[in-house]
């Protein structure tokens, strides 16, 4: 009896000293001070080199090898996280096809995340093409023959009436960003079903490589409710349901018991929608956005990414921002990303005090039917908002539409490889000294042009932006450097912002001011280059920048449910040690602590 008592009065005392470690690091979060914040865990020996949070692989020191057990278990030498970055990029150098080099980085995210972490950190220009787009594409395709590692949670429709109770499956460590799919419209290659898990893991490693969410309260989803891909259903390493797509309410009651469960369980953690199909898309986000901390970056996220462009654009033409609402913009691509954008615009528009259905009349949309007016037979919710009221011009041809609106800007957001022609692009520059124009479909085999496409065909006048990432462009003694419309400039900034502000929900005019602070990131040397958005690779120090004006808004709509601080240094300051950094930490033993205490 005096032993049990004994364990439980030092259970009790390490539960204390936790709850003051958390609090005094919530205070330096706010002063600005460093300090090195040991890890607690129950695990000894080899199951600390299995975790991938703990493992330090050959940087464990000598003292902690005879501390945790491990004396024995690795070769002799102790090399630091710096010389374990020279030898895998070594190692990674070396390959040469794509999805090899993705099979190396998320092998290494299964060993060792920390070290994972600083090579993506460190080099995210060279590995953000492989983390996600346009590889990540490639990877959905394959999953089934490259499943690695069990990572996230599915969920089914056997699996109805027990999703609280599954998510406590995945154990008792706290959740910040949850990214979910239900697979059916993975980037420009369709109903992917589960094989979509790619898709959160990919957005999910951004999330923590560029917005500091920590790698251990991150959480991939993939609603696994069937798939309309015949080919997938009759292939036998599809791991997936085998039945066709849930429909109706039957497939939002499922999303309801989802959502239900997520908050129950995590009541502050954000939830981002990713890739569910345009007939889905906005009517989940407009079902949950007010009652629940969520958005949806297919829609909002390539919006505001597409929005501060535009803005960069306006700059590079000398004009200002609320010239915007003069121009014509002509998408194509109906789908979520392009109804998203044109929200966007509209919504970029109507900040600057134009009227809203004026700021509607600037649009044109085409699909793969033409020109959408009212006289279409079938709109998609969305749809209608942006119809034509010019009857006679219904299922009008891209080129067609270009000759007679004469746009000042070109979306391509259809998912269709060379929807932009030549005749298109050159249509758009007999019209205009400057055209805008932005392929924005991924993979990059999707895009509607490329960069040497357009600068070519427009003699170097263009205003060019993509949604994969492309190489600069020669033409004559002129160079040109095409920046890439990447959502990952927006996303993390407004997780980072609503998960330390603990904000209550996403509201839609965080993601202007995301969009407006992106655009001031551009210098005015980049916009003389051509260049639309900040180099990738000061992407860390513009999320930071971008979440310090959300988290602002944040408070501003009075938003958070956490102290606001005095002033905008202390703001920046806290959202600084909000930030994880992936550096190897000491370790310290507690049979008490059945995960790290972070």
Avoid at 51 to 62: E, M, Q, V
Avoid at 87 to 98: C, I, N, P, Q
Avoid at 331 to 339: D, H, K, Q, R, Y
Avoid at 577 to 595: K, L
Wanted: hydrophobic share 40%.
């Amino acid at each position: 009896c005096c032993s049990f008592c004994c364990r439980q009065l030092r259970a009790a005392m390490l539960r204390r000293i936790g709850c003051d470690i958390q609090r005094s690091f919530r205070r330096l979060a706010y002063s600005g001070e460093r300090a090195v914040r040991p890890l607690l865990s129950d695990k000894l020996r080899s199951d600390v080199l299995t975790d991938p949070i703990l493992n330090k692989g050959t940087a464990w020191s000598h003292s902690e090898r005879e501390r945790l057990g491990l004396r024995g278990l690795l070769p002799a030498r102790v090399l630091p996280l710096e010389k374990q970055v020279e030898r895998f990029l070594f190692a990674f150098r070396k390959e040469s096809d794509d999805l090899t080099k993705y099979r190396l980085l998320r092998e290494l995210q299964d060993r060792n995340e920390t070290l994972f972490f600083r090579v993506v950190s460190d080099y995210i220009k060279e590995m953000a093409p492989y983390v996600y787009t346009p590889t990540v594409g490639r990877a959905c395709q394959e999953y089934g023959q490259i499943l690695l590692r069990g990572r996230g949670m599915y969920f089914t429709p056997e699996d109805r009436g027990h999703f609280l109770s599954m998510l406590y499956n995945f154990g008792d460590r706290d959740i910040d960003v949850i990214v979910v799919t239900d697979g059916s419209r993975i980037l420009g290659l369709g109903d992917l079903g589960m094989q979509g898990m790619a898709i959160p893991i990919g957005k999910l490693i951004l999330y923590t490589a560029v917005g500091g969410i920590h790698p251990s309260r991150v959480l991939p989803v993939v609603l696994d409710f069937g798939t309309n891909n015949a080919k997938l259903r009759n292939d036998p390493n599809y791991l997936g349901v085998l039945h066709p797509r849930l429909e109706g309410e039957e497939y939002v009651s499922l999303v309801d018991e989802f959502m239900d469960a997520v908050r129950h369980r995590w009541p502050r953690v954000l939830v981002q929608f990713e890739d569910f199909a345009t007939q889905n898309a906005q009517t989940l986000l407009e079902r949950y956005m007010d009652d629940y901390l969520c958005f949806n970056d297919d829609t909002q996220g390539t919006g505001a990414v597409v929005l501060a462009g535009i803005y960069s654009a306006m700059r590079a033409l000398g004009e200002p921002l609320n010239s915007l609402s003069r121009k014509r913009v002509v998408c194509v691509g109906a789908g979520s990303a392009g109804l998203g954008v044109v929200r966007a615009l509209r919504a970029g528009m109507a900040a600057e005090g134009v009227d809203l259905r004026k700021a509607q009349s600037q649009f044109w949309i085409v699909d793969h039917e033409g020109l959408i007016t009212h006289s279409r037979n079938k709109l998609f919710q969305g749809q209608h908002s942006f119809a034509r009221h010019e009857r006679d011009d219904e299922g009008m041809s891209l080129i067609d539409v270009v000759k007679k609106v004469k746009p000042h800007i070109l979306l391509g957001l259809s998912g269709k490889g060379g929807v932009f022609t030549e005749e298109v692009v050159k249509e758009m520059a007999t019209h205009h000294e400057r055209p805008v124009i932005f392929p924005l479909s991924n993979p990059t085999d999707a895009a509607e042009c490329t960069a040497e496409q357009a600068y070519r065909w427009t003699d170097g006048r263009v205003i060019f932006a993509s949604g994969s990432p492309f190489n600069h462009v020669t033409l004559g003694d002129r160079i040109f450097h095409p920046t890439q419309g990447n959502n990952m400039f927006i996303f993390p900034a407004i997780g980072l912002a609503s998960v330390a502000c603990q904000a209550q929900r996403v509201a839609p005019s965080l993601f202007i001011t995301a969009a407006k602070e992106l655009s001031r990131c551009v210098s005015h040397a980049e916009l003389s280059e051509g260049k639309v958005y900040p180099d990738i690779g000061n992407i860390r120090d513009v999320t930071l920048r971008v979440a310090v004006a959300v988290a602002k808004e944040i408070f501003n709509l009075r938003l958070n449910t956490i102290p606001e601080p005095r002033t905008e240094k202390l703001l920046r300051q806290y959202l600084v040690r909000s930030m994880y950094e992936p550096s190897y930490q000491p370790v310290i033993y507690d049979p008490h602590h059945a995960h790290p205490l972070y």
